[in-house]
């Protein structure tokens, strides 16, 4: 036996098992079909019910600093901190990435934290966080930034 059903984009189906909504279409010395929707269990809802939310299900998760195209001059304090709701769970580490380079020496429940200083140039920062139970993870946008230094050539440069 054969159930043939059409998909809501219009795909026509057949399967040797039963299907929510399907038609049984019998094979032998002639073809005939009928509905077989009342006989079939709904298998759309035990779906659902099997479904697991993500551990890593973040309502908020996001670099709130430095802003986005943020720049920096000179020996300013770059502060970055990360936004999490709910908070980070004790089987989960964060791992940070300035310009593509995970940054060893932050801990990894570090939601805020200063950069030393950096070079004239254009950085981007991002964060990952992984369950370490299940090695699932979801890592933010990236965020670019610029740091602009003092020309020693400059006319406003005083020499002290």
């Not at 950085?123 to 020309?151: C, H, K, L, M, N």
């Given at each position: 036996?054969i159930?043939?059903?059409?998909?809501?984009n219009?795909?026509?189906?057949?399967?040797?098992?039963?299907?929510?909504?399907?038609?049984?279409?019998?094979?032998?010395?002639?073809?005939?079909?009928r509905?077989?929707?009342?006989?079939?269990?709904?298998?759309?809802g035990?779906?659902?019910?099997?479904?697991?939310e993500?551990?890593?299900?973040?309502?908020?998760?996001?670099?709130?600093?430095?802003a986005?195209?943020?720049t920096f001059?000179?020996d300013d304090?770059?502060?970055?901190?990360?936004?999490?709701?709910?908070?980070?769970?004790?089987?989960?580490?964060?791992?940070?990435?300035?310009?593509?380079?995970?940054?060893?020496?932050?801990?990894?429940?570090?939601?805020?934290f200063?950069l030393p200083?950096?070079d004239?140039?254009?950085?981007?920062?991002?964060?990952?966080?992984?369950?370490?139970?299940?090695g699932?993870?979801?890592?933010?946008?990236?965020?670019?930034?610029?740091?602009?230094?003092?020309?020693?050539?400059?006319?406003q440069?005083?020499?002290?």
């Amino acid at each position: 036996m054969i159930y043939k059903w059409t998909d809501s984009n219009g795909v026509i189906h057949y399967s040797d098992q039963p299907v929510a909504g399907a038609e049984k279409v019998f094979t032998g010395s002639g073809t005939t079909s009928r509905p077989a929707t009342s006989a079939l269990p709904n298998m759309e809802g035990q779906a659902t019910a099997k479904k697991e939310e993500p551990r890593l299900g973040y309502t908020e998760f996001s670099i709130t600093a430095p802003a986005p195209d943020q720049t920096f001059f000179g020996d300013d304090v770059i502060s970055v901190s990360l936004a999490l709701d709910p908070a980070l769970k004790p089987n989960q580490a964060i791992t940070w990435h300035l310009n593509g380079k995970a940054l060893e020496d932050q801990g990894t429940t570090t939601t805020q934290f200063t950069l030393p200083h950096l070079d004239r140039g254009s950085y981007s920062i991002a964060a990952t966080v992984t369950d370490q139970e299940t090695g699932e993870s979801r890592s933010t946008d990236s965020i670019g930034f610029f740091v602009r230094q003092p020309s020693a050539l400059s006319p406003q440069h005083k020499k002290p």
